[in-house]
C-alpha cells in the first residue's frame, strides 16, 4: 500500500481487532476492504455515509496517533515495521531486492486471486529500492 502513495498506520491495539481495511477521505468517504479472516470472500464497499465517514476518520485518527509505524515517509514507516516484527532491515531490503529481480512466480503458490507473484514482485521491489534510503 505505501508503495501506492497510501499512507499506513498499524495499532496493537485489540480494540481495533475487528475493523476491516479501509481508506478515508474525511468528511467524503470512506472505501472499506476485508480479506482477512474471509472464508474465500473478500468484500469492497464505498460509502458516503456522513456516519460512517465520521467514524473511520476518528478510527484513522486514533490508529494514527498511536501507530506502531509512525513516520513522515514510506522508508520510516517500513524499518519501524520491520523493528517490530525483529526483521533486520539490510537483511530485508537485500532479500526483497534479489527475489524481485529474479521472481516469486516458481516459489509462491497462492491460494486467493487477491495475492498473486506479480503483486509479491511489486511489494518486494518497492522495499528492495529502499534500501539506500535512510
Known amino acids: 500500500m505505501e508503495s501506492f502513495g497510501i499512507h499506513v498506520q498499524i495499532t496493537t491495539d485489540p480494540e481495533y481487532e475487528s475493523v476491516e481495511g479501509f481508506v478515508v477521505a474525511p468528511t467524503q468517504q470512506a472505501i472499506i476492504a476485508n ?3 474471509g472464508d474465500g ?9 456522513a456516519t460512517a465517514v465520521r467514524q473511520y476518520t476518528e478510527v484513522a485518527g486514533d490508529v494514527a496517533a498511536h501507530s ?8 520510516v514507516r517500513l524499518q519501524a515495521l520491520a523493528h517490530y516484527l525483529e526483521l533486520d532491515w539490510s537483511w530485508l ?6 527475489l524481485s ?10 491460494r486467493s486471486r487477491l495475492v498473486s507473484p506479480a ?7 518497492f522495499v528492495g529500492s529502499l534500501s539506500n534510503e535512510h
Open 101 to 110: 529481480q529474479h521472481g516469486s512466480t516458481r516459489l509462491v503458490r497462492t
Open 41 to 49: 470472500m473478500w468484500h469492497v464497499d464505498v460509502t458516503g455515509r
Open 93 to 98: 531490503t537485500r532479500r526483497c531486492a534479489a
Open 119 to 125: 503483486g509479491l514482485d511489486a511489494a518486494c521491489a
Open 68 to 75: 506502531i509505524i509512525q513516520g513522515l515517509s514510506p522508508t
Open 35 to 37: 480479506w482477512v479472516r
